[in-house]
């Protein structure tokens, strides 16, 4: 069964950095392009970081760049989403995803999604 489970989100402050992690069976993450995605209250899913399989292509959203670093071990089936300088706006329930497709940005290529880990940053 493909499996994606988050860990890491907690609550900070403004400022603050998180990690947050994606532990993946192997089926859902071997050779796929993976991203992270958030939700804010009342907001629709926005794509947030993607990472090629091999690690030679990144996207991130401009709200985040420069920001947040998306990373990956391979050996490990797990995806990571290093973030600093956290702010009330990132506020969000964080999901990572695998994609059917190679591009980080191709959007409806993620096909199998996380439950999700809350990130709360206070002001």
């Known amino acids: 069964q493909v499996q994606l489970v988050e860990s890491g989100g907690g609550l900070v402050q403004t400022g603050d950095s998180l990690r947050l992690s994606c532990a993946a069976s192997?089926?859902?993450?071997?050779?796929?392009?993976m991203g992270w995605f958030r939700q804010a209250p009342g907001k629709e899913r926005e794509f947030v970081a993607g990472?090629?399989?091999?690690?030679?292509?990144?996207g991130y959203a401009d709200s985040v760049k420069g920001r947040f670093t998306i990373s990956r071990d391979n050996d490990k089936n797990t995806l990571y989403l290093q973030m600093a300088n956290l702010k009330p706006e990132d506020t969000a329930v964080y999901s990572c995803?695998?994609?059917?497709?190679?591009?980080?940005?191709?959007?409806?290529?993620?096909?199998?999604w996380g439950q999700g880990t809350q990130v709360t940053v206070s002001s």
């Open positions: 995803a695998a994609s059917r497709l190679s591009g980080v940005f191709s959007i409806t290529g993620y096909d199998v």
């Open positions: 990472l090629s399989w091999i690690g030679d292509i990144t």
């Open positions: 192997g089926r859902t993450f071997t050779g796929r392009t």
